[in-house]
Nanobody, 124 residues
Framework: QVRLVESGGGLVQPGDSLRLSCAVSGGIFSTYAVAWFRQAPGKEREFVAVLSWNGYRSNYADSVKGRFTISRDNAKNTVYLQMSSLKPEDTAVYYC?????????????????WGQGTQVTVSS
C-alpha cells in the first residue's frame, strides 16, 4: 500500500523560501506521478504543481508559475516543492497526492493516494 508523508511546512515571512518534501513508500516510486495541492481555510482544494511519472512533464498553477518548482529524487523516493517569493496568499495546508503512471493531471479526483498535509503560513 502506497503511503505519502509531507514535511517541511512552517511559518515564514513574505518573500521567504521554503521547501516541502513528500516521501513515498510502499510502491514503485518511479511509476508514480506526484502532485501538490493546497487548501486554505474556507476554500476548495486547489492544484499547485505536478510532475509526471517519468519526470518528462510538469505543470503549475498560474498563481505559482515562476515561483515554485517541483522535482523528484528517485533515489530517495521523494518529491519536492521548492517555493520562493512566498506571499500571504500562499498560506494553506499543502498536500501531496500520487497516481500510478499519471501523466500530470490537475484535478484532485485524478489521484488516489494522499498525504496528511503540512501547514504553510506566510505572515509578517
Amino acid at each position: 500500500q502506497v503511503r505519502l508523508v509531507e514535511s517541511g511546512g512552517g511559518l515564514v515571512q513574505p518573500g521567504d523560501s521554503l521547501r516541502l518534501s513528500c516521501a513515498v513508500s510502499g510502491g514503485i516510486f518511479s511509476t508514480y506521478a506526484v502532485a501538490w495541492f493546497r487548501q486554505a481555510p474556507g476554500k476548495e482544494r486547489e492544484f499547485v504543481a505536478v510532475l509526471s511519472w517519468n519526470g518528462y512533464r510538469s505543470n503549475y498553477a498560474d498563481s505559482v508559475k515562476g515561483r515554485f518548482t517541483i522535482s523528484r529524487d528517485n533515489a530517495k523516493n521523494t518529491v519536492y516543492l521548492q517555493m520562493s517569493s512566498l506571499k500571504p496568499e500562499d498560506t494553506a495546508v499543502y498536500y501531496c497526492a500520487a497516481v500510478n503512471y499519471g501523466g500530470g493531471a490537475s484535478r484532485p479526483t485524478s489521484y488516489d493516494v494522499w498525504g496528511q498535509g503540512t501547514q504553510v503560513t506566510v505572515s509578517s
